[in-house]
């Protein structure tokens, strides 16, 4: 009898061609109607499923009983109930690796845009209002030869840190559960306390995974901890970072900007960041292109088809 595979979310053309070839595949569609009811309905007979971006626990899985795996076109695995899919002996696989660079260049991006007031610099210039030399109102802060904070160095954050050490001269410290001391040394990296590194640093980059330990990691305390020219990355999870503090520090300017590519809740469709020239907002395009995409949907195809075949995946969440 052919396996039962319930696609939860878009997927890569071929790999979805790939996956019709293989098994009985269902799409669930938000155009049909209540994505948790379809997903509730479909996983009743599934034996697998492959997706991003849904939540799944008890309230959609608890008919699942055939379910051997949901394999994740993800790195970050917060948004399932891994305890209740361990208790359902049901496998979880992720896609780690594969976008560290794609999301390392990101978090770069965000950082040089908004230390120099890129995206408020270009609507400025679209706008007309370009009729003499650009003054102070419009200068940016120095990214050369400063002092990059990592909070977090996993493989996301080491990349980030290279890119600030080899490319651009910077000081890195960073804050983490252990020490890295191969990677320190590689790049002369301090390791220090949260507080320490948000008070010496001018640039602070969050690159943690989400969990109890991490969960609210930054908030108006900390904030405060910041130099005044300081810049704030996140492009971790938006639950990381208490929002509404970011909001006052950055309306008051005791922090100089903030790029961000993730939110406390998501999609964000309206917010107070989006009236201040000095947050820059992207729509959680960490791993954003069209590559890591293909290579991301590859890995979790090849999670998927191992599980359903008998065999351990290699990605497996434990």
């Known amino acids: 009898m052919t396996q039962k595979v319930v696609v939860f979310s878009q997927i890569d053309n071929e790999i979805l061609m790939k996956l019709e070839q293989q098994y009985h595949v269902v799409q669930i569609n938000p155009k049909k109607g209540d994505v948790n009811q379809q997903i509730l309905d479909e996983s009743r007979d599934a034996d697998g499923m492959i997706g991003a971006g849904r939540v799944l626990n008890e309230n959609n899985l608890k008919h699942a009983e055939k379910l051997k795996i949901v394999s994740s076109v993800s790195v970050g695995y917060d948004n399932y109930d891994v305890g209740y899919l361990k208790h359902k002996n049901i496998l979880l696989t992720h896609t780690p690796h594969v976008l560290t660079e794609t999301t390392a260049d990101l978090a770069f991006t965000l950082l040089m845009s908004a230390a120099r007031k890129i995206p408020a610099l270009d609507a400025w210039t679209k706008q007309g209002q370009w009729v003499r030399t650009a003054g102070p109102e419009q200068f940016g802060v120095d990214i050369y030869g400063k002092t990059l904070g990592i909070i977090g160095l996993g493989h996301i954050g080491a990349a980030i840190a290279r890119r600030g050490f080899h490319g651009f001269n910077m000081n890195v410290l960073y804050h983490n559960r252990h020490e890295k001391i191969e990677i320190a040394e590689q790049l002369k990296a301090e390791f220090c306390g949260l507080d320490e590194l948000l008070r010496r640093s001018d640039f602070v980059v969050?690159?943690?995974?989400?969990?109890?330990?991490?969960?609210?990691?930054?908030?108006?305390?900390?904030?405060?901890?910041?130099?005044?020219?300081?810049?704030?990355?996140?492009?971790?999870?938006?639950?990381?970072?208490?929002?509404?503090?970011?909001?006052?520090?950055?309306?008051?300017?005791?922090?100089?900007?903030?790029?961000?590519?993730?939110?406390?809740?998501?999609?964000?469709?309206?917010?107070?960041?989006?009236?201040?020239?000095?947050?820059?907002?992207?729509?959680?395009?960490?791993?954003?292109?069209?590559?890591?995409?293909?290579?991301?949907?590859?890995?979790?195809?090849?999670?998927?088809?191992?599980?359903?075949?008998?065999?351990?995946?290699?990605?497996?969440?434990?």
């Open 206 to 318: 969050i690159a943690v995974d989400l969990n109890a330990a991490s969960q609210s990691l930054i908030g108006a305390r900390e904030l405060q901890l910041m130099q005044q020219h300081a810049v704030l990355v996140n492009i971790s999870r938006g639950s990381v970072l208490d929002e509404q503090a970011l909001i006052e520090a950055l309306k008051a300017r005791s922090i100089f900007a903030a790029g961000l590519d993730v939110y406390q809740k998501e999609p964000l469709q309206s917010s107070e960041l989006f009236q201040l020239d000095n947050a820059v907002t992207l729509p959680h395009i960490g791993s954003a292109t069209a590559q890591t995409r293909k290579r991301m949907a590859e890995l979790a195809y090849k999670n998927l088809v191992d599980a359903l075949a008998g065999k351990t995946p290699r990605y497996a969440v434990k």
